[in-house]
């Protein structure tokens, strides 16, 4: 055994002292691994106060680890008389501490963690620790086996208890891991061998509370428990979700490892099942009946020709199953006695829940599935005539449905079922096989879950076209007064072959699409009601599936990079395009916050996503393939010769749409999606409408009708910063910069409107798009950046000055210097104006780092910058890729580098920075000891602040300076 | 070492160099001197008198003169410290000046109607209850608010990563040690008591040791640490 010297008075006297800080406190208690340290430590109030939970901010608790308890842990082994009186004594709600005095349980002779136990059972319950259940098992165990018998019943009774108070949800949310673990695998096998019955009666109880506490699980004795365990035996349907469905399986296993060692009598154990009212224990009953039919076999054939027990509901299952596996214990006459009730058929028929006529045919079918259905309990056993009756039987139908159990649950599978399958379709030819889709109606015998439905026919319909997309497609009049449903899936077929290059007769797809566009929007095609809202009811699908097959044609290319489909298809394709834009507004997809503020709204998504915009879209592709017949490569062109005069049917269109009574934001963003194209083909146009089409300020009037904006954030969000924009769109700039200091919420997402306007902007700055001299830029035009980064949103503003950095960390090395300069400038206007506050606001901010690590500005600057920023946010981010930079240019500033770093060290409140940039850390203050002077002294503060925070091993560098010197 | 004799000719700064050559200047000793010449210059020579006393035993009235040290260190550190930290102190004496000087006479107070003994209740000035509220507000105060005991390891444990609470074995710890020399500050009628020597080094060792677990290097005292630690774990 190992031995330990003990400490003199003079010793310990020496040391309290020492050990005033928590941190040096947590040093020495750390390594401290000598048992004879516990009574003087004692004596002097160490193991008193356990640090309480915490609330953090941004809600929950947070808890601290206790040194003192996990000391006591390694000693527990050692000394465990005296570790069991002060961890019994402790009284906290700190769960780390309540995990060190289980493990000091479990580390400790079976006589002391039996004056534990108490304790350990009072922690698991009042700080529902239920993950450690399978240690507290463990410890049971451990008792349970060494004559600690009481105390292993005791630690169970608390910690493994069921506490009826708790909510349904709190049931359902612990960890059951741990309870099932612990119980199943140490409480039964250990207690079941020393205290059987008292163990047992424990586990009915908490069966009891565990059906009582999920409320509706009960009506009287009824506690559906067919429902939630179907079998009281591991079986397939068992579906162990909840509680209570676990708890049967170790309720059933206790039983049954008692009567099997011998530790209880069958005719002990049955009738402790009789007593609790509800159903499980009846089943659990005829269960342990089954299981030990050789113990009482006169017991089983009672139970076997027990009438009441043949028809009784909820222990269907049971019932089956001791059928199955004892019929043979009865004698032939007995046999015979109960297929007499087979043959007399069930004593009331239930109705019918296919609503089928009740006439004799109907009964007797029932009535002989009933009986075929009770047959198969005993199939094993069948002879003559009923063996017979149960082949014939199973030759129709199969096996049957629901013969042992009240409800059957299946894999589940995704998506619809078909009639047929491509290949048959392809078989039948195609006029017959649009016949045979359209024909197609479900067979209301095979209602269910497996059935075909009609959106699993058109599905397979969908992939039969596309087998042949170009000869189908010369004879797609034959979905001509076809159900929508199926004229929407040839079309996405004829979709996506031309995305894929594939020919097809775009006269005959055009002249569908025609007749589409004259049937009545709202006309009921639907081919059935049994699949409830999932096949569409009007064409409105079907036309918007008509939008995107236009624009795919007007796209499609040729390996030449010329349009696929002729000028001559122009008449047609027009002919189609135009109804389209009678499409509605709305779009498919619901936000809350849609039109509430339409300068923040997420218009691109909405508007792809409408009817009416997605028409818009084509009549845009349109626009952008006639020029391609008009001109021989438009790459050599400026701009469209003639202009809009080439198109008039193109213009007239949009000028039209600018002044519908019932135009909308969805039908407007459209302009603002391809600006460019709009810009090449007829600038003047576009200069002449472009108040109209980003009309802003029509948000002061009415916000509802400010339609201007959903071409703004779709003209953001879809095309790069383009100082010939920038000219045609000054105004609107101008404004939105504006209308950023008027925000509410945050824009900082890259996805986010206001965020995307300060990307044009500071891209326009750096490109030297308002001039060349930094302070020039920074001021002209009416000083857009400047209040771009002053004045508005906080949110705009800073998203304005990362996205310098964040654009810069990936291939910024080769900018030139003036562009270096004004990004330098802009950052210095910047923070003397309101970066700092911005900073000091944000302790976490990020605003300066991604410039700091990109390596693009001279380290010098960087440096310098970088120390007041961190010195205003002392959380700033990305603090890794900071430090990485840091630690490579550190030697130009050491002192400032070493501040810089002791600042991030003091910012890390969590404790999951450092961590992640210690080795950074330890290139830089090596570098700042090494130069000397303040700045050593610097470091060596910072050495000791970290060696505070329990980064002990950069006390080496001391070491290493002491060495040195 | 040789009792020390006062001489009034002799040069401070070269006696308080003899001294200084005299005493043990431990690491944490020069760290916490350094602590106190930085965080709280008031207080310095006070500390660094003391540790001087304690290296010359025969120094008249040393016990006491370091007992009043270690003391007012204990009490006054955390509002030199803590600049913006009130007073604890309730100023009773100039309270009760206040209302002495308004308080009326007993024969004032009661008409002639009751005499002291039967009256249930007197009128007062209500200045003078003002004053009485005051005064009793304050107490009050005074009764409600941290010891400086506890606002002292408040303000070390500032910097403690964990945020933990202050420990109150510590603060208990820290005031056991002041009262030990709180004790000797006192003048008698009588001799002084006999101070255990041993006692009053380890006394004020702990005293030091304590601040410096907060204040010194904390790689000062994990070295001492790690030597406790090597002989005990063996």
Not at chain 1, 256 to 265: Q, V
Not at chain 1, 629 to 636: I, S, T
Not at chain 1, 860 to 888: C, N, Y
Request: charged share 30%; proline share 5%; glycine share 6%.
């Amino acid at each position: 055994m190992q031995s330990f010297s003990k400490p003199t008075n003079e010793l310990i006297e020496a040391t309290i002292p020492l050990l005033a800080s928590p941190q040096h406190e947590r040093y020495f208690l750390d390594r401290l691994d000598n048992p004879h340290w516990i009574t003087p430590l004692r004596e002097h109030g160490f193991f008193q106060h356990p640090p309480a939970p915490e609330e953090v901010s941004g809600g929950g608790v947070r808890c601290q680890a206790w040194p003192q308890s996990r000391y006591l842990v390694r000693m527990a082994s050692h000394a465990p008389k005296e570790v069991a009186e002060i961890l019994a004594e402790i009284d906290s709600d700190n769960w780390i501490v309540a995990r060190d005095i289980i493990e000091a349980g479990e580390e400790m002779r079976p006589e002391y963690a039996a004056k534990l136990a108490p304790k350990i059972g009072e922690l698991i319950e009042q700080l529902g620790l239920w993950y450690k259940l399978d240690d507290v098992g463990g410890i049971a165990a451990r008792l349970a086996r060494e004559n600690e018998a009481d105390a292993a019943v005791d630690l169970v009774k608390t910690a493994f208890a069921i506490d009826r108070r708790k909510t349904t949800t709190t049931l359902r949310h612990r960890d059951d891991y741990g309870y099932f673990e612990g119980l199943r695998d140490s409480v039964i096998p250990s207690l079941i061998a020393v205290r059987a019955s008292e163990l047992l009666e424990l586990l009915i109880r908490w069966m009891s509370e565990a059906i009582e506490t999920e409320e509706g699980r009960r009506i009287g004795g009824d506690d559906f428990s067919y429902v939630w365990r179907p079998a009281i035996e591991d079986h397939e349907q068992n579906r162990d979700f909840d509680f209570a469905a676990k708890l049967v399986g170790c309720v059933r296993d206790a039983f049954e490892l008692a009567i099997r060692d011998g530790h209880l009598r069958l005719s002990d154990a049955l009738p402790m099942l009789e007593e609790p009212e509800y159903l499980l224990f009846r089943r659990l009953h005829l269960h342990l009946i089954t299981e030990f039919a050789d113990h009482d076999p006169e017991l089983a054939r009672r139970t076997m020709l027990d009438r009441s027990l043949f028809g009784a509901y909820g222990c269907k299952h049971e019932h089956a199953r001791l059928m199955g596996q004892r019929f043979g214990l009865l004698s032939k006459q007995q046999q015979a006695e109960w297929l007499e009730w087979i043959e007399a058929g069930p004593e009331k028929m239930e109705p019918d829940y296919r609503d089928e006529s009740e006439d004799d045919e109907s009964r007797q079918r029932r009535r002989e599935y009933w009986q075929f259905q009770k047959l198969h309990w005993i199939r094993d056993h069948l002879t003559d005539m009923w063996r017979t009756f149960y082949e014939r039987k199973f030759e129709e139908h199969g096996k049957p449905d629901l013969a042992d159990l009240h409800v059957y649950s299946s894999g589940g599978r995704w998506g619809h079922e078909s009639p047929y399958t491509a290949e048959q379709l392809s078989e039948m030819g195609f006029e017959a096989a649009v016949e045979a889709v359209a024909r197609w109606r479900l067979d209301p015998e095979q209602r269910g879950l497996d059935e075909p439905t009609v959106e699993g026919l058109a599905g397979t319909f969908q992939e039969y076209v596309a087998l042949d997309a170009l000869t189908f497609s010369s004879q797609a009049r034959q979905l001509e007064d076809k159900p929508a449903v199926y004229v929407r899936r040839f079309l996405r077929a004829m979709e996506a072959a031309v995305k894929e290059g594939k020919q097809i007769d775009l006269v005959s797809v055009l002249a569908l699409c025609e007749w589409v566009l004259n049937r009545p929007v709202d006309e009921d095609t639907s081919p059935t009601n049994a699949d409830g809202g999932l096949v569409e009811r009007d064409w409105q699908w079907c036309r918007d599936t008509i939008a995107d097959l236009l624009q795919e044609i007007c796209k499609a290319k040729d390996d030449a990079q010329r349009p696929r489909f002729g000028v001559q298809h122009r008449e047609k394709l027009w002919a189609v395009i135009k109804p389209l834009l009678n499409s509605p507004t709305k779009s498919y997809i619901l936000r809350e916050d849609a039109e509430k503020d339409p300068r923040i709204t997420d218009w691109p998504q909405l508007a792809l996503n409408s009817p009416r915009g997605r028409a818009m879209n084509a009549v845009v592709a349109y626009a952008d393939w006639m020029p391609d017949h008009l001109v021989e490569d438009r790459k050599e062109q400026r701009s469209l010769p003639g202009g809009f005069e080439q198109m008039p049917e193109v213009r007239e269109l949009l000028e039209d749409q600018l002044t519908r009574p019932d135009d909308h934001f969805t039908a407007r963003a459209a302009f603002g999606w391809r600006l460019g194209l709009l810009f090449w083909l007829d600038a003047d146009w576009l200069r002449r409408h472009a108040d109209t089409i980003f009309d802003l300020r029509a948000y002061e009037d009415d916000p509802s009708k400010a339609f201007g904006w959903a071409a703004w954030n779709t003209f953001l969000f879809a095309n790069r910063p383009r100082i010939e924009f920038y000219r045609i769109l000054r105004d609107q700039f101008s404004y939105a910069v504006d209308q950023a200091a008027t925000l509410e919420k945050p824009q900082d997402s890259r996805e986010q409107p206001f965020a995307q306007l300060a990307e044009h902007l500071i891209v326009l700055y750096g490109r030297g798009d308002f001039g060349r001299d930094a302070s020039e830029a920074f001021d002209a035009d009416s000083a857009i950046v400047k209040r771009l980064v002053t004045t508005t949103h906080e949110s705009v503003r800073s998203h304005a000055i990362e996205f310098v950095g964040m654009t810069l960390k990936d291939g910024g090395e080769d900018l030139p210097k003036e562009v270096v300069q004004r990004f330098k400038n802009l950052w210095e206007r910047y923070w003397e104006a309101i970066g700092a506050e911005d900073a000091e606001r944000n302790p976490g901010s990020y605003v300066f780092g991604y410039w700091f690590s990109c390596g693009v500005f001279d380290p010098e600057w960087s440096i310098v910058q970088l120390e007041k920023f961190v010195t205003a946010a002392r959380k700033a981010g990305p603090d890794h890729m900071i430090m990485k930079r840091l630690a490579s240019i550190c030697n130009i500033d050491p002192l400032r580098s070493a501040r810089i770093v002791g600042m991030l060290v003091d910012g890390d409140d969590e404790g999951w920075r450092v961590p992640s940039w210690k080795g950074e850390a330890r290139t830089v203050l090596i570098a700042a000891m090494k130069a000397g002077g303040e700045a050593k002294d610097v470091a060596e503060q910072v050495v000791d602040r970290l060696g505070r925070r329990g980064y002990v091993e950069f006390g080496e560098l001391l070491e290493k300076k002491s060495d040195d010197g | 070492m040789s009792a020390y004799v006062v001489n009034p000719n002799s040069n401070p700064q070269l006696v308080q160099g003899e001294l200084q050559a005299a005493i043990p200047y431990p690491p944490l000793r020069r760290e916490l001197l350094r602590w106190f010449q930085q965080e709280a210059p008031s207080l310095a020579p006070a500390y660094e008198g003391a540790v001087m006393l304690l290296g010359l035993p025969t120094f008249p009235g040393r016990v006491h003169f370091i007992a009043h040290a270690v003391r007012d260190i204990a009490d006054r550190l955390v509002f030199v410290l803590d600049d913006g930290l009130p007073s604890s102190r309730v100023q009773y004496e100039h309270h009760l000046d206040s209302i002495q000087d308004q308080w009326p006479s007993l024969d004032h107070l009661f008409d002639g109607s009751s005499s002291p003994e039967s009256a249930e209740a007197v009128s007062i000035p209500a200045s003078v209850a003002r004053h009485i509220s005051q005064l009793l507000t304050e107490h009050r105060g005074r009764r409600q608010r941290p010891s400086q005991y506890d606002l002292l390891f408040q303000w070390l444990m500032k910097q403690d990563p964990s945020h933990a609470a202050v420990n109150q074995r510590l603060v208990s710890s820290f005031k056991d040690i002041r009262q030990w020399f709180m004790a000797l500050t006192h003048l008698r009628r009588t001799a002084p008591p006999q101070v255990d020597e041993e006692q009053l080094c380890k006394r004020f060792e702990a005293f030091e040791k304590t601040l410096h677990s907060f204040v010194g290097s904390f790689f000062t005292g994990t070295r001492e640490l790690d030597a406790i630690l090597q002989q005990t774990n063996q």
